[in-house]
């Protein structure tokens, strides 16, 4: 055995997926009829039964608004919200809560960058440098600056296997490069990229650099001290939590630096009409109410994922995707998108002769549930030369069972579409 | 919900299989390129009117078994028919499609291309059922280009997000 095995049969020893399933009640619904066999994780993931309980607590007994009141209801639903701040400050080893933005999610942080940063830092000229990876969240806010600014956009290239070109990634580089946005992981092929060296590549010349976390932080431990970046950002859904709910995470020196994306209450310290005078960070970008009760479901789906433990989590969705790859990869007239070495639980596929719309409606027929179509990453499908994908994306909560049931509708639609 | 297998019946895979009318078309006088840029769905139709009706018409392009099936029927069912005619099967389809034409009660035209009935409880597939339809309606009133995200599209719906 190994050191990987060994380290995933420890890890395994205090797993038990069915104790996990039981935790999730829509895992027990039947969709035509046949058990849910849910694998677009990818999309989101589904919500466990503690995180359900404390939205209901708050609803039922904290909810007022926050950072206004003086009251026991809006100081306690304050505190409910300051203490998932800390969680997800903990949870990305962030070196001060204050680091923590709260956004709607990953398209509203990287929203928040390109104007908080962007507009203010980034003029004619100058250079952003993006990845063939990249969702298009991380690419359509830069083409507005660039749009804007008359900035540029250089790319990234991929190999075949779907991973990153770091030697051409350098080569961009020059004296008009003035900001970095690279996918932690990419969601429509799971290849997870060396953002850590790559930072450091862009630091060493004095370029800031955004990390795209959605398909990363539900797989991952991550570490933004380690990594280094100047940005992080990811959205709650896709870990568990609610919708509406996702973080930036901000080096304090740059937020402090950047400019506020929205104006209006909780974000000020003064206003007059001559004058507003901006909140300290992380408040200066959280104008308005935000959505308490989501920040603090997903603090709940931070602390249910820590305690399984996001390298117990990690090595039983790597089992689920080798198991899973392996079988599909048996299949005449499969083919794998995405064979990158260092890949997070993303199984994209095409079927030769048959659309993936069509593939996902006849595994739907049989329970399954998985995402086809072009994944917000149409650069992507433009490189392997597909209009679509079927993609199968794996949570924590899926069995090896399932993988089954997945290749066994694969073969299935071959045989519907002979 | 109906069972999704009665969309997928034999004549609609037969006509994935063999579309029928596929290819260009060198002496069409009407043409209109219909795309979903949602699904990337793709077609192009093109036709030759004489005195009023359907001469020749013939698809090509890049879409799903549903679409193609949709394009293919829909060739075989046109031809012949006089402008006023295509126009009566384009609303009557789209409107099976949707769930406002209730085929099996209602009187209608559309005789075989029933099978597509089941799409009606697939909404992110209806779309794909009635492009050609759209596109046709396009050709015969010689509009380039149709798509399904137009802010004209009565059916008008995002197919999904990451």
Same mark, same amino acid.
């Given at each position: 055995?190994?050191s990987?095995?060994a380290?995933?049969?420890?890890?395994?020893?205090a797993?038990?997926?069915?104790?996990? +399933?039981?935790?999730?009640?829509?895992?027990?619904?039947?969709?035509?009829? /046949?058990?849910?066999v849910?694998?677009d994780?990818?999309?989101?993931?589904?919500?466990?039964?503690?995180?359900i309980?404390?939205?209901?607590?708050?609803?039922?007994?904290?909810?007022?608004?926050?950072?206004?009141?003086?009251?026991?209801?809006?100081?306690?639903?304050?505190?409910a919200?300051e203490?998932?701040r800390?969680?997800?400050?903990?949870?990305?080893?962030?070196?001060?809560?204050?680091?923590?933005?709260?956004?709607?999610?990953?398209?509203?942080s990287?929203?928040?960058?390109?104007?908080?940063?962007?507009?203010k830092?980034i003029g004619?000229?100058?250079?952003?440098?993006?990845?063939?990876?990249?969702?298009h969240?991380?690419?359509?806010p830069?083409?507005?600056?660039a749009?804007?600014?008359?900035?540029?956009?250089?790319v990234?290239p991929?190999?075949?296997?779907?991973?990153?070109?770091?030697?051409?990634?350098?080569?961009l580089?020059?004296?008009?490069?003035?900001?970095?946005?690279?996918? $932690?992981?990419?969601?429509?092929l799971?290849?997870?990229?060396?953002?850590?060296?790559?930072?450091?590549f862009?630091?060493?010349?004095?370029?800031?650099?955004?990390?795209?976390?959605?398909q990363a932080?539900p797989?991952?431990?991550?570490?933004?001290?380690?990594?280094?970046?100047?940005?992080?950002a990811?959205?709650g $859904?896709k870990l568990?939590?609610?919708?509406?709910?996702?973080?930036?995470?901000? /080096?304090?020196?740059?937020?402090?630096?950047?400019?506020?994306?929205?104006?209006?209450?909780?974000?000020i310290?003064?206003?007059?009409?001559e004058k507003?005078t901006y909140?300290?960070?992380?408040?200066?970008?959280e104008?308005?109410?935000?959505?308490?009760?989501?920040a603090?479901?997903?603090?709940?789906?931070i602390?249910?994922?820590?305690?399984?433990?996001?390298?117990?989590?990690?090595?039983?969705?790597?089992?689920?995707?080798?198991?899973?790859t392996?079988?599909?990869?048996?299949?005449?007239?499969?083919?794998?998108?995405?064979t990158?070495?260092? /890949?997070?639980?993303?199984?994209?596929?095409v079927?030769?002769?048959?659309?993936?719309?069509d593939?996902?409606t006849l595994?739907?027929?049989?329970?399954i549930?998985?995402?086809?179509g072009?994944?917000c990453?149409?650069?992507?499908?433009?490189?392997?030369?597909?209009?679509?994908?079927? +993609?199968?994306s794996?949570?924590?909560?899926?069995?090896?069972?399932e993988?089954?049931?997945?290749?066994a509708?694969i073969?299935?639609?071959? /045989?519907?579409?002979a | 919900?109906a069972?999704?297998?009665?969309l997928?019946?034999?004549?609609i895979?037969?006509?994935?299989?063999?579309?029928?009318?596929?290819?260009?078309?060198?002496?069409?006088?009407?043409?209109?390129?219909?795309?979903?840029p949602?699904?990337?769905?793709h077609?192009?139709?093109?036709l030759?009117?004489?005195?009023?009706?359907?001469?020749?018409?013939?698809?090509? *392009?890049?879409?799903?078994?549903?679409?193609?099936?949709s394009a293919?029927?829909?060739?075989t069912?046109?031809?012949?028919?006089?402008?006023?005619e295509?126009?009566?099967?384009?609303r009557?389809f789209?409107?099976?499609?949707?769930?406002?034409?209730?085929?099996?009660?209602?009187?209608?035209?559309?005789?075989?291309?029933?099978?597509?009935?089941?799409v009606?409880?697939?909404?992110?597939?209806?779309?794909?059922?009635?492009l050609?339809?759209?596109?046709?309606?396009a050709?015969?009133?010689?509009? *380039?280009?149709?798509?399904?995200?137009?802010?004209?599209?009565?059916?008008?719906?995002?197919?999904?997000?990451?």
């Amino acid at each position: 055995m190994n050191s990987t095995s060994a380290k995933r049969a420890v890890a395994k020893s205090a797993f038990n997926v069915d104790t996990i +399933r039981a935790d999730f009640p829509i895992l027990d619904l039947k969709v035509a009829g /046949k058990p849910l066999v849910y694998l677009d994780n990818a999309a989101s993931s589904q919500m466990p039964q503690p995180v359900i309980d404390r939205l209901v607590r708050y609803q039922k007994e904290q909810h007022a608004n926050i950072h206004r009141g003086v009251h026991y209801l809006s100081e306690t639903a304050t505190a409910a919200f300051e203490e998932a701040r800390g969680k997800l400050a903990r949870f990305v080893n962030a070196r001060e809560e204050r680091e923590v933005i709260f956004t709607s999610g990953t398209t509203e942080s990287i929203n928040l960058v390109m104007h908080g940063y962007g507009r203010k830092f980034i003029g004619a000229g100058d250079e952003i440098i993006l990845t063939t990876l990249e969702h298009h969240s991380n690419i359509v806010p830069w083409q507005m600056l660039a749009g804007e600014k008359g900035a540029k956009i250089r790319v990234v290239p991929i190999s075949d296997s779907g991973e990153l070109l770091v030697d051409e990634y350098e080569k961009l580089f020059n004296e008009r490069t003035k900001f970095v946005g690279l996918s $932690h992981v990419s969601n429509a092929l799971g290849t997870v990229n060396p953002v850590k060296g790559m930072t450091a590549f862009a630091h060493a010349r004095g370029v800031p650099v955004l990390l795209d976390g959605a398909q990363a932080a539900p797989h991952l431990a991550i570490d933004v001290q380690d990594l280094d970046c100047d940005f992080y950002a990811f959205s709650g $859904h896709k870990l568990c939590g609610p919708t509406g709910i996702g973080m930036l995470y901000g /080096k304090a020196a740059q937020l402090e630096r950047m400019q506020p994306f929205k104006g209006g209450g909780d974000m000020i310290l003064s206003v007059t009409f001559e004058k507003t005078t901006y909140n300290t960070i992380p408040h200066k970008f959280e104008a308005g109410t935000p959505p308490t009760a989501a920040a603090i479901g997903l603090g709940a789906a931070i602390d249910y994922l820590s305690n399984i433990g996001m390298d117990t989590i990690a090595s039983h969705e790597l089992e689920l995707l080798d198991y899973a790859t392996a079988q599909v990869n048996n299949l005449p007239g499969v083919r794998i998108l995405g064979t990158a070495e260092h /890949k997070a639980a993303v199984l994209s596929f095409v079927i030769a002769g048959v659309h993936p719309h069509d593939v996902g409606t006849l595994l739907n027929q049989d329970g399954i549930a998985v995402r086809t179509g072009h994944h917000c990453a149409q650069p992507v499908m433009q490189r392997f030369k597909v209009p679509a994908t079927s +993609r199968a994306s794996f949570a924590f909560y899926n069995t090896m069972a399932e993988v089954d049931t997945l290749v066994a509708g694969i073969r299935n639609v071959q /045989k519907v579409f002979a | 919900m109906a069972d999704p297998k009665a969309l997928y019946q034999e004549v609609i895979l037969d006509h994935n299989r063999k579309p029928r009318n596929y290819g260009a078309l060198a002496d069409a006088n009407h043409k209109a390129e219909g795309h979903n840029p949602l699904c990337g769905d793709h077609i192009t139709l093109a036709l030759r009117l004489d005195d009023d009706r359907v001469g020749v018409i013939a698809f090509e *392009g890049e879409s799903c078994a549903i679409c193609k099936a949709s394009a293919s029927m829909l060739t075989t069912n046109v031809k012949g028919k006089t402008r006023d005619e295509a126009e009566v099967l384009i609303r009557e389809f789209r409107d099976m499609a949707t769930g406002q034409l209730d085929t099996a009660t209602a009187a209608h035209h559309l005789g075989r291309l029933t099978v597509f009935s089941g799409v009606r409880d697939l909404p992110t597939r209806v779309k794909c059922a009635i492009l050609p339809w759209h596109t046709l309606h396009a050709a015969l009133n010689s509009a *380039g280009e149709t798509s399904t995200e137009s802010d004209q599209d009565p059916m008008h719906a995002p197919i999904g997000d990451a």
